[in-house]
């Protein structure tokens, strides 16, 4: 049974297109994360919920908007994708503590913006 | 602002030899924990070790060990006996009360046979 699940785990899409990454979790954590994984292999963190609160907001553009409709549920829209979307986008969830637990991270999801 | 640095991009070792992958950080934070994560060419992220920043004894798990120093900001990892499958990036990272986590840039480990 998976921990972090993402779907889909490719996505080819055309610029201009809105799309939405969806991400569970089963090991009842607090925190949901969503990073990218740009060409260079840099993990930049994007978004950070706690119990459905939006916790941190990094520089993003607003075409990215994440939605958490229960603690175990963060998905990640995106509209009108540009070229520079495409990347590796993962979901981690940890509990919520002094900041001394381990990510759990899904498989990714590799977006391909044509 | 919290900042974790790798400066080797791409590092080689001879199999079963042992290699360390070099991490430093700056945080003005007294609570705070050091991650490795590695990241085969699958994709996936796998963890590798913690170590929290009040931890008077360096972590250690199976063949992986973590150098902690402190006062230097360092938090290297220290693979022994370095296997094939240990080829990867490897990524360390830090977190920080409120659950925030930040990676470094990561390094390419090449293991030779």
């Known amino acids: 049974d998976t921990a972090v699940s993402q779907t889909p785990k490719y996505l080819v899409t055309q610029m201009g297109n809105d799309k939405s990454i969806k991400c569970e979790q089963n090991?009842?954590?607090?925190?949901m994360y969503w990073y990218k994984q740009d060409s260079k292999k840099f993990l930049k963190i994007m978004f950070s919920y706690n119990n459905k609160e939006l916790i941190i907001n990094e520089t993003v553009p607003n075409r990215f908007s994440p939605k958490s409709p229960d603690k175990a549920h963060l998905n990640l829209h995106i509209n009108s994708l540009e070229l520079g979307d495409s990347a590796v986008y993962f979901c981690a969830s940890s509990p919520w503590t002094g900041g001394n637990e381990k990510l759990f991270f899904g498989s990714g999801t590799q977006l391909s913006v044509l | 602002a919290q900042k974790i640095t790798q400066t080797q991009p791409g590092m080689f070792v001879q199999e079963k030899e042992a290699v360390t992958l070099d991490c430093t950080y700056d945080?003005?934070?007294?609570?705070?924990?050091l991650f490795w994560y590695k990241q085969p060419s699958s994709g996936e992220m796998i963890f590798l070790i913690y170590?929290?920043?009040?931890?008077?004894q360096n972590a250690t798990e199976g063949r992986y060990s973590l150098n902690f120093q402190k006062a230097r900001k360092s938090a290297n990892l220290v693979i022994s006996a370095s296997q094939l499958g240990d080829s990867a990036m490897y990524f360390c990272?830090?977190?920080?009360?409120?659950?925030?986590?930040?990676f470094g840039t990561g390094t390419s480990l090449t293991v030779i046979p």
């Open positions: 990272a830090m977190s920080f009360t409120g659950n925030q986590f930040y």
């Open positions: 945080t003005s934070d007294p609570s705070y924990g």
């Open positions: 090991l009842g954590h607090d925190t």
């Open positions: 170590q929290g920043s009040y931890d008077q």
